[in-house]
């Protein structure tokens, strides 16, 4: 793991979406089994449940990151989250950006300002590895490649497209090395993780093959493993 920083401990992050398959209890069922894996695996273990979850997931004991978050204080924002309400949540922080999310550079900005002024952590998604080098000078907690064609794919971006990761660690640790490199879209089984981590990430993010899986624990078992 030639890219590996050490300051970050490894890191599987899911993200539920809005899928009927994690909403109400079936997404709180989700977040307890992902809360399970973490404590037994000690692998880090982040779930981001749709807003309606966000109280309720946090009392399970998991840790929980917001799907989204804008750059805005408190005030008269019809449809938008700000920082403040998500650690009034009890959250650690939130995705930003997500190709089926996405915000623009200024917003992006202002998002991981609030989020730092609140004291929580963010993951700032990029489609490539260029626009992850861009986001990584903003410092966030996290930069998340995520090639968008590949998400919900099945063909995982450290398979698939293993540049891509490699390019992305190389250009973030130059950009700033504190920032800890992601990679999503497509990461499916055991095997994609272990790709991944081998070629140096601090963590993963994944969707639908946690969310649809038959068996969630035992794949997420079975992906801490890799770990």
Request: charged residues 25%; proline residues 4%; contains cysteine.
């Amino acid at each position: 793991m030639p890219f590996m920083s050490s300051k970050f401990k490894p890191l599987i992050a899911l993200n539920l979406k809005a899928y009927a398959e994690s909403s109400g209890e079936k997404g709180l069922k989700l977040c307890e089994t992902a809360a399970m894996v973490s404590m037994v695996s000690g692998v880090r273990v982040i779930v981001c449940p749709d807003a309606t979850l966000l109280r309720e997931a946090v009392k399970i004991g998991c840790e929980v990151f917001a799907q989204e978050v804008s750059g805005f204080e408190a005030g008269a924002y019809t449809g938008w989250t700000t920082a403040e309400q998500i650690r009034e949540a009890g959250a650690l922080g939130s995705l930003i950006n997500h190709s089926e999310h996405r915000m623009g550079f200024d917003l992006v900005e202002q998002a991981i300002r609030r989020l730092k002024a609140n004291k929580l952590e963010s993951m700032v998604c990029a489609q490539d590895e260029d626009e992850a080098s861009k986001m990584a000078h903003l410092q966030p907690t996290y930069a998340a490649v995520e090639p968008p064609e590949l998400i919900g794919s099945g063909r995982s971006v450290s398979t698939a497209k293993p540049a891509v990761v490699t390019n992305a660690i190389k250009l973030i640790r130059d950009q700033n090395p504190d920032v800890g490199v992601i990679c999503g879209a497509g990461v499916s089984t055991p095997a994609d993780v272990k790709k991944a981590f081998e070629l140096g990430v601090d963590g993963v993010l994944l969707a639908s093959a946690y969310v649809k899986a038959r068996d969630p624990k035992k794949l997420l078992e079975e992906m801490a493993a890799q770990v």
